[in-house]
């Protein structure tokens, strides 16, 4: 199956630092969706980008199919920007193939 | 006006014990999903319905049972549970593109 890649695992900043983080994958892919998990577990929509570029706010997200990588800059970075950050990708059939993460921890 | 709700929240229960989580979900999509997301945090696909047909199944032991009573609910019935099936299980769902997850139901099996 196709494999999706993180980096860094674990990232820590000071409030107020950029940040990239990126998602490497082995196949193409229909679809590519960036996720938040909060402290409180709950997994949050970010994008939806399996190519091209996207901006909301502080975050933004780029997605270069054919080279098979996607990255989410996360600018001005708060304290509420704590927590996982998940790329998964679907290749066919609706079925979601998640990374194992970034851990990321802003300090005041 | 939650989107994608589950319930319960939390869940504490024996070894050997039955038990079930229930979804339901007020946007309308055709296709829902179950996932499980372990202690280390890694999320995996467990199930997926479309229009209350079984579309996805992946390798997930036969003590788990998937049962969707219209397309707006996916519930999750485990028999026998072991110390193994301690983890967090979210339900999604999506139309054509985004899945939209529920907020997680926090199973710890003793």
């Known amino acids: 199956g196709i494999q999706v890649e993180q980096s860094p695992p674990d990232l820590i900043l000071q409030e107020g630092a950029n940040s990239t983080l990126r998602c490497n994958f082995s196949?193409?892919?229909?679809?590519l969706q960036w996720f938040h998990q909060n402290p409180w577990g709950q997994l949050i929509n970010l994008f939806y980008i399996p190519s091209g570029t996207k901006q909301n706010g502080r975050l933004s997200a780029t997605t270069v199919a054919t080279e098979r990588y996607s990255l989410l800059y996360i600018s001005s970075s708060q304290t509420t920007d704590s927590g996982v950050y998940f790329c998964a990708v679907e290749t066919s059939g609706s079925r979601l193939t998640f990374g194992e993460g970034t851990q990321l921890t802003v300090n005041p | 006006d939650t989107a994608v709700s589950q319930t319960p929240k939390y869940l504490v229960t024996q070894m050997g014990n039955d038990k079930s989580i229930k979804c339901e979900q007020n946007?309308?999509?055709?296709?829902m999903y179950w996932y499980k997301q372990d202690s280390k945090k890694f999320l995996k696909i467990m199930f997926s319905?479309?229009?209350?047909?079984?579309?996805i199944n992946e390798t997930v032991p036969n003590r788990f049972s998937p049962k969707s009573p219209d397309k707006a609910h996916l519930n999750l019935h485990i028999n026998s549970l072991e110390l193994g099936d301690s983890a967090v299980y979210f339900c999604?769902?999506?139309?054509?593109?985004?899945?939209?997850f529920g907020p997680g139901t926090r199973l710890l099996v003793l």
């Open positions: 999604a769902s999506s139309a054509d593109e985004t899945q939209y």
């Open positions: 946007l309308g999509h055709d296709t």
């Open positions: 319905y479309n229009n209350k047909e079984l579309i």
């Open positions: 196949d193409s892919v229909n679809n």
